[in-house]
């Protein structure tokens, strides 16, 4: 099998990756291209790793889950070229106009799991005299824990967990006939919670997966270490700001950070956010205010 990244294995103790199945991250990385706006993206430390452990420079990296392209901005920056696919038609524009012509590019606003998918990007790849992809990384909706769309081939908009599970696998199949031979592909899933029980939606994609040919290497958990997000979900009760006693320092910097915002210095409001979530504070933004 060839070498399949530009990572120096002679020294691969120097090697700034993390091998191991538990990642915890301290932080995510904000910075260039990616954008906070669309919540629900991952963070961009993931497709980063992937992305240098298992390509070289001007390889070909497929998306078939575009949303805030935060694969495509890594691809980017790592020189690597990207072919990616989204139902929606917005986010594929703000994609094409995000990254540049450094790298080649190509789009398509479908459904990935459709049959027609395949066949295009097989035709654009034969006109590139590219074999196939060298690494996918899939990142499909959590069955309807969030919507995505309204789009009636949006996985989101799935019914139950057989359709959501039937459609992936069309585009699992997809994606295992566009890969070269012998490559990676990366599913990033998380399980979901529903009246009352735990459904492994992981396991049941991974199964999916390894019955359509694919081999299972490894299972990667990752934890954010300080995602309080996940803490909020279970203990955040709403409460309207004047039925308690906000601490004044609370109050400074909600305030200082609605001032960023109105200045359109989010940076800075983002910066504030965080050390409110870090003191257990979460800020929800209205219309009219905060
Ligand atoms: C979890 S998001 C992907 C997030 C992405 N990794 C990021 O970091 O921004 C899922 C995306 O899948 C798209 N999607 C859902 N069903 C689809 C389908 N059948 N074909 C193509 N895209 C689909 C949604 O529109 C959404 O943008």
Redesign the pocket.
Known sequence: MPKFNDLDLKNWKEIDLNMDSLWVIPERKKWWKHSNF?H???IPQIPEHFIKRYTKKCWCVF?????????AIETESLGRNIVW????ED?IKRANELIWDSIKKYFLV????DIKTRNIIKWYLETQQVEGFDLAIL???YADIIK??GEK????NCKTIDEFLD?FEK?LKNTYNLLKGWWYCVI?IWDKYQNSEWIPLGFKCMERWQKIWFKLKSIIVKNMEWNRWKYFKTLFKPIEKEEIEVPKEIKLLTEKRWEAKENKDFATADKLRDELLQKWWKVLDKKEGY
């Open positions: 669309y629900w993206n991952f998306d078939p889950f575009l949303w805030s392209a935060t694969t696919v989204d139902i929606q986010l479908w459904d990935s799991g990142h499909p909706p995505f769309s081939e949006d996985l989101s459609w585009v990033v």
